[in-house]
């Protein structure tokens, strides 16, 4: 029996395997906060985005998100991406603050309870 070559696999700089896949959500997470962080909120969202269809109901992305929006004034869609974040991951502190800051704008919580001027 004669041994006969493959052809070789082209290569490619996309990492697939499962292993590498929480790194490559992880740096686009990273890249998204910086974009907040530079005052990007836009570029952003669209960031949290990318991990989202990698990952759907990624908390920490839909965090992002609803952070992201109150950078821009959206409080409504930053209400909903918390709330979103909340139902991912019921136990996560960022999460719980979220859609405690989505009850607080809806009028729903303790609004009657702050001063209006801190002395």
Same mark, same amino acid.
């Given at each position: 029996?004669?041994?006969? /070559? ?15 896949? /929480? #790194? ?6 990273? @890249?998204?906060?910086? %974009?907040?962080?530079?005052? @990007? /909120?836009?570029? $952003? ?6 991990? %989202? ?5 990624? =908390? @920490? ?7 992201? &929006?109150?950078?821009?004034?959206? &409080?409504?869609?930053? $209400?909903?991406? *918390? ?9 996560? #502190?960022?999460?719980? =603050?979220?859609?405690? !800051? @989505?009850? *607080? !704008? ?7 309870? %702050? /001063?209006?001027?801190?002395?």
């Amino acid at each position: 029996m004669e041994y006969v /070559p493959q052809a070789a696999a082209p290569s490619t700089n996309i990492i697939t395997t499962e292993y590498d896949k /929480p #790194t490559d959500i992880h740096l686009l997470i990273k @890249r998204a906060d910086t %974009l907040a962080n530079e005052g @990007r /909120p836009a570029e $952003a969202i669209g960031s949290y985005h990318q991990v %989202l269809a990698a990952d759907p109901g990624n =908390c @920490r992305a839909l965090v992002g998100i609803g952070v992201a &929006h109150i950078l821009e004034g959206n &409080h409504g869609e930053a $209400a909903l991406a *918390f709330s979103q974040a909340l139902k991912s991951n019921p136990t996560d #502190t960022k999460a719980l =603050c979220g859609s405690e !800051w @989505r009850v *607080f !704008w809806k009028g729903e919580g303790y609004r009657h309870q %702050l /001063p209006e001027k801190v002395p």
